[in-house]
């Protein structure tokens, strides 16, 4: 009987225009009895035409049916043939091994190896990771070197700098950059050259929070400052003067930040740090010929310790930029109290002595010279003085000739008049 209700040709014309429930009238055994495990979709064509005609089917049936039902109609989860996904339901997710221009120009490239987990990496983050660094010869010169750093302040490269923030963590990943994104044209002597692109593999192994700077105890505020002002000086060490800037100012901003922002006096020892890193940083500028912003710098050392030698002598070859030499020897002589065995205070002080001397020799030339020209000028006028001063004599004794001559003429007359 269950036969015949199923090949009846009334059965075939519900199953292609008939509602699901003029179905259900005409068969009595319900759908899912019929539709065995061991029977296939061409012997029973009511299970294949109804799913055509629903929109599920049209987008993808495999992912709308549950898996228990999907097994039982024996459908499985791959797409159907000659189906297309709708753009809407496609995501699209970044492959892994495949390169992608930070930039856009080709300067710098980046290729996740392995995923990680969580959100991307925020500017301002501590991150520790893990990496190794070789050039484009394939020589090795970093292997799986351990890193702090605080994302965004310019305490790494840029190449790692500018790539961290796209990271999450757990995430491995490949760089490739240019050398303006490495060690540029200083490089890293003596393993890394002028100009060398490089390689990185970076593994993102650690994030947290910075809390703000009136949240940090002075201890914590003193780790974070002392690790930026090592940093500066390795940048020192290379020669990039600006990134080491950079990172003394950071330094500074977690040592030595506004009075609102700490509570309570400095320890000894924060204002040991406070000083040496207002020093170098006035050194670091000092070395781009910049003396005012060095002044400034310099100038807040010797606030904090007023018998520092070396801010002294530091302020010494500030001024001494500025063509200010007196104001620098007093600074040299002032240090030379306080270390009166400092040889370097003592040299220094010779140099703006002898300094001093030519300086005041060539203001002595130049003033001379000025006063031989203000001769010159007087000199002219003087002469002409004298000419005009001897024309005036000149008009009397004119006059007084010429008086004479008329007497004479008149004289002649009357004498003429007589003889006659």
Partial sequence: AEENA??????ET????????AVETTVETPIVEAMSV?????????????AVETPAVETFPAVETPASDAKSLGVTEEPLDGVEESPQEKVVVPEENEWVEILGNGSLKRKVTKQGTGENLVKGQLVKIKYSLMLSDGNVVDKDVEQVFQLGDGEV?????????LAKVGELYEVMAQARFAYGTLGRPPKIGSNCGVLLVVEVIGAEDVPQIEDLSEEE???IGDRKRKIGNDNFARFDY?????NYRGACSYLDPPSYKVVGEASEEMKDLQTKSWCNLALSELKQSKSDSG???INRALEIQPKSTKALYRKGKLLQEKGEYEEAEKCLKQALQLEPDNAGCKQFLKELTSAIIKSKQRQQRMYKKMFNLEDQKEATPTTEKEGATWLEGAIPMIAGAVAVGALAVAAYGGIKGMMQ
């Fill in 242 to 246: 600006e990134a080491a800037s950079t």
């Fill in 38 to 50: 061991e029977t296939t979709a061409a012997e029973i064509p009511a299970v294949e035409t109804p």
């Fill in 221 to 223: 505020r003193m780790m």
């Fill in 6 to 11: 199923v090949e009846t040709p009334a059965v």
């Fill in 157 to 165: 490269i840029a190449a790692i700098d500018l790539t961290a923030n």
């Fill in 295 to 297: 002044l400034t710098a």
């Fill in 14 to 21: 519900a199953a292609v225009g008939t509602p699901a429930a």
